[in-house]
């Protein structure tokens, strides 16, 4: 009873916030039109709250008093926009009671898994630290310098932040990355019910349906409770892709282009946002970006008009981005770190060594998990890194099989036939490709390309269900069908796939985030800091804390937390690897 119970608090948590974003959403895209798109709606409110909460912690600690404005602006909108906005949700809800009740199901099990316990590495390493950070003082000068970790400046740590207030105190880690899967499935789903149902011929639904397989994944295997950003990242970039494909295939559910402004704004500002969640996922996003602009002015639009929705998308990005990148450079010196590129002189920048070791030891991470980069020898680390890749059902077999199985069926068919002209939204392959080999080059650990492999493999799927016309060429329907049973089961149901089951079962509903045990170390200045007596995990341990002492760490200018931290460290690669931080100059 205590599990159904949490998992309906979580329920109604999600709907509140849901109804929010889709407030805030309706009072930014009612300038552009007033049939807009419910879900576009709260995207773009998701984009609208990141931006108001990266300004605030420039000045003010994440705090109730931010989450009431955002509710107060949310609520507004609802008022405002209510007259339009009912009649769609109405008709929304009696469309298919079906399928409703379908989408109540999968959300409701995605509640019942993030109810479960956190055991989430990387939120005991930096994430719950740097929500902690965020709650207690605005952004803090040169925190890079406590823990290097705490440089890595994801929007996903603020969102945490303002969830963690009220009934929810200490507790926002369970909410966000299942408050975004449900979203995305408020489009997948009605994608995947239309193209099993034959009852659509949209090549953007075939996309859709496609990535109903990563979703489902995300949803039943992966992480879910903990201040994840992969996942979160990927997430946004599908979603993006996915409006993205249905503008490039001028499918898009507004045919009048004075309205389909509305649908760029959305996904500008989604390719914007999934930047300041993960820097990773910066080129793809960026080259999409391009592509969505590009794709307004080359489809005949009014060039005034064309003209305001790039000066509404270019205002926007800069929103999100300008506040995120000032953020990076009061916590580290730099705009775009762990890169050691475009550094400020300001007295709190991250030393260099300190920046090129974090730099260095993402990257090696992606080719040999635990093995410092200074052990890596050239391509040796080739053999192991292929292995672990071709054994990844949902991150590489399923999508490969996709794309090689889409790229034979277009073959065989441009041999059988003449060929047209190739769909514009192959241009989607531009951002997919050139993320793939930036990823490859930067760090290539599977999970940091799921965004790029999986919009490749869904628009190259799309393309050949559309050149097979299968969605209404009889018995030829049920191979794609088939295929995305046979695949969706291979990625869900492999060994030991129950275990998240029942570590829900098993753990305390919506339990706090561990307190690691803790003791106090003066620096050379007299400043405490605290250090994890065991491991590397700060969890929720009072700040500040960090697993990497810092002999030469000190204040900037008095006793008080909020003026930062400065540092003369250098890294000894062996003792930073065993926990034991830093050497002084």
Known sequence: MPLLLSS???????????LTLLGLGSLLLSFFARNFLLTDAIWVGLGVAVAVLQVWSLLLPINLSVVALLFGLGILGLIANGPYLAPQLSGELKQSKVRSLIYVAIVFFIALRCVGSCDYYDTGLYGMPAVRWAQAYPVVPGLVNLHGRLGFNSSVFLSVAALSQG????LGFHLFAGLLLSLMWLTVLPATSHILGRRSESSADRF????????????????IVGTLTDEPATILCLVGAGILFALLRSEAPHAESQVKTDRVITVTVLFALAVTVKLSVAVFAGIAWLVAVASFFRAGDNPSKARAALAWASFLTTCILVPWCVRGVILTGYPFYPAPVFAFPVDWKSPLAMTQYVAGAVHAWGKIPDVPASQIVGYSWLTGW????????????????ISIFALAIVALRRIQSRPTGLPQYLWLLLPSCVGIAFW???????RFAQFAIWTAAATLGAWAIEIAGSASSGNRWYWPAALWVGLLAWCLFSFGWWANLTRVLDSPPLSPAPVANVVARPTRSGLLVNVPVSGNQCWDAPIPCTPYFDDTLRLRRDSSLRSGFQSNCVINFYDQMNGDAVTSR
Not at 210 to 217: C, E, K, M, N, R
Not at 386 to 401: D, E, T, V
Not at 440 to 446: G, I, K, Q, R
């Open 8 to 18: 309906l608090h979580i329920l109604i948590t999600w709907l509140a916030l849901a």
């Open 167 to 170: 009934i929810w105190k200490n």
């Open 208 to 223: 859709n349906f496609i990535l109903a397989i990563p979703l489902a994944f995300f949803s039943v295997r992966s992480p």
């Open 386 to 401: 292929i292995h672990r890749l071709i054994r990844n059902r949902s991150g590489f077999q399923a999508p490969a099989f």
């Open 440 to 446: 490859f080059v930067a760090s290539p650990d599977l």
